[in-house]
């Protein structure tokens, strides 16, 4: 059975930082695609992140761009997504989500804020930036 396990919401003031987990179980994510996603009360839900597996190669939103950081620990099988500078409007439900079609290699044009391409999901972390 796939799981996908996040942690690491919160409220923080504006600037400040949380670092977001997602822990997967059920499945070894070797090559694939695990994104981080958010929505917003009253917003469609938006791509916020992403990374390859295998190649470790990262994808960001231009609204977080050189804001946010996604790693891995491939052993624990775990994603991370770091967000610092943190804003108001990053205030949004964070959920993680994997595909499980193998991609031995990585490509820029891969539509990774495409939320259909992901069929397994985690439960959601809130995140609550206040000014």
């Known amino acids: 059975q796939v799981r996908l396990v996040e942690s690491g919401g919160g409220s923080v003031q504006a600037g400040g930082s949380l670092r977001l987990s997602c822990a997967a179980s059920?499945?070894?994510?070797?090559?694939?695609?695990i994104a981080w996603f958010r929505q917003a009360p009253g917003k469609e839900r938006e791509g916020v992140a992403a990374?390859?597996?295998?190649?470790?190669?990262?994808y960001y939103a231009d609204s977080v761009k050189g804001r946010f950081t996604v790693s891995q620990d491939t052993v624990k099988n775990t994603r991370h997504l770091r967000m610092d500078s943190l804003k108001p409007e990053d205030t949004a439900m964070y959920y993680c989500a994997a595909e499980t079609l193998p991609y031995p290699s990585s490509s820029v044009t891969f539509p990774w804020a495409q939320d259909d391409l992901y069929n397994f999901w985690g439960q959601g972390t809130q995140v609550t930036v206040s000014s």
């Open positions: 059920g499945y070894s994510f070797s090559t694939h695609y």
């Open positions: 990374i390859h597996t295998r190649s470790g190669i990262t």
